[in-house]
């Protein structure tokens, strides 16, 4: 039994979540296991009505659950900031969801911007720390509004941090990693930082890669990429990518980019992971709007993001039938992943995965 707390959300941060449940069922269904949904109404209608965003005994509630759906957070009505900060991190600090997993496949069927590249050669995972850097908000402001005012925001990595992040990332290389990658037969692991300017914080990283590398895994090879020349490479050579990782605030940059190369936010979702705790999996879209209500939006991220929570939890034949259902919407039936022009409503699109699941 698996207890899942379910967060739809803003906008039509509801109406994807519902397909991704409706996916989640049937996959249960299909390979005998059962969940255990709650429901949660954490976002901007309750903000408005109550001024409460994601309260600590909401915090100590989520704790009890072996993972969490998040649908959307963000509203018109809403300052920006408020939610974002108020539950969406606030969720990922207090839970110490410290693994920020973002997958970057291209489904067969679906557009690139990339010219002539194809779902072989856009298949990479980022492994983005989501604990630490700029996101610690240590900093400030003085002589606030004065000529002189002066603004601060430092980007803040422990070894302990940086340490339990990349050794996430080795073991997911070990376990996932796609061989021959250029390096002969290992299993390739590349970290993503600016060792020529921020000469304090990813040297830290740096030096701890190649040490945790030597000492515990010997077996992946290491390479190394500074975040600009990262973002080039996406878009000229995704193919020479497999499993990245990187800090909070580059990882944040990067997996918007990997995001428009896979599709764009019609398709990808992420994992807030506390492998040792409870882990919250969203699809990285937002909350659009403008699309609220009208039953147009693509549902897939969301479906995708119970995908990978389905693989985190051990579900993992459930998910890769949840991937390959995915696959075939994408291939045969839908027209496109943009809003309003799939071809078939929300909940149809959700029909479809759901009965290929089930098949
Ligand atoms: C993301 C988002 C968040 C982030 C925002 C909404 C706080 O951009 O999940 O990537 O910056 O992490
Ligand atoms: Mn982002």
Redesign the pocket.
């Given at each position: 039994m698996h207890k899942i707390a379910v967060m739809p959300g803003d906008g039509t941060g509801p109406e994807v979540t519902a397909e991704a449940v409706k996916v989640l069922k049937a996959a249960a269904s299909k390979f005998n296991f059962k969940v255990e949904l709650t429901g949660f109404d954490f976002g901007g209608e309750r903000y408005k009505r109550t001024g409460e965003t994601l309260p600590d005994s909401a915090i100590e509630e989520l704790r009890k659950f072996d993972a969490i759906l998040l649908g959307a957070?963000?509203h018109p009505d809403v300052a920006p900031g408020i939610l974002?900060?108020g539950i969406?991190?606030k969720a990922?600090f207090a839970l110490d969801q410290y693994i920020?997993l973002r997958p970057v496949k291209l489904f067969p069927g679906v557009e690139t911007p990339l010219k002539d590249k194809k779902p072989e050669d856009i298949d990479f995972v980022v492994v983005?720390e989501?604990s630490g850097d700029l996101?610690t908000g240590t900093g400030g402001i003085t002589m606030k509004g004065t000529p002189h005012e002066v603004a601060v925001q430092s980007s803040v990595y422990s070894r302990f941090q940086v340490d339990r992040c990349l050794r996430y990332a080795f073991n997911y290389a070990r376990k996932y990693g796609k061989k021959s990658r250029g390096l002969g037969k290992k299993n390739t692991l590349a970290l993503s930082g600016k060792t020529n300017v921020l000469t304090y914080v990813y040297d830290l990283w740096e030096r701890a890669f190649h040490e945790m590398g030597d000492k515990e895994f010997p077996d992946i090879a290491r390479e190394y990429y500074h975040v600009d020349a990262t973002t080039m490479w996406f878009v000229k050579n995704p193919e020479w990518f497999d499993i990245i990782v990187t800090g909070?605030m580059f990882?944040?940059i990067i997996?918007?980019l990997g995001a428009m190369i896979q599709g764009g936010m019609g398709i990808a979702a992420?994992g807030?992971l506390n492998p040792e705790g409870v882990s919250m999996f969203?699809p990285?879209g937002?909350s659009a709007p403008k699309y609220t209500g009208q039953g147009v939006i693509n549902p897939l991220a969301a479906i995708c993001a119970a995908k990978m929570m389905l693989s985190t939890l051990g579900e993992e034949k459930a998910a890769d039938a949840i991937e390959k259902a995915v696959m075939y919407v994408t291939s045969k039936k839908i027209k496109s992943l943009a809003a309003g022009r799939m071809g078939y409503s929300t909940s149809q699109v959700g029909d479809l995965v759901a009965e290929k699941v089930a098949e």
């Open positions: 957070i963000g974002e900060k969406l991190l990922r920020n983005r989501n996101y909070n990882g944040d997996t918007d992420g807030n969203e990285i937002g």
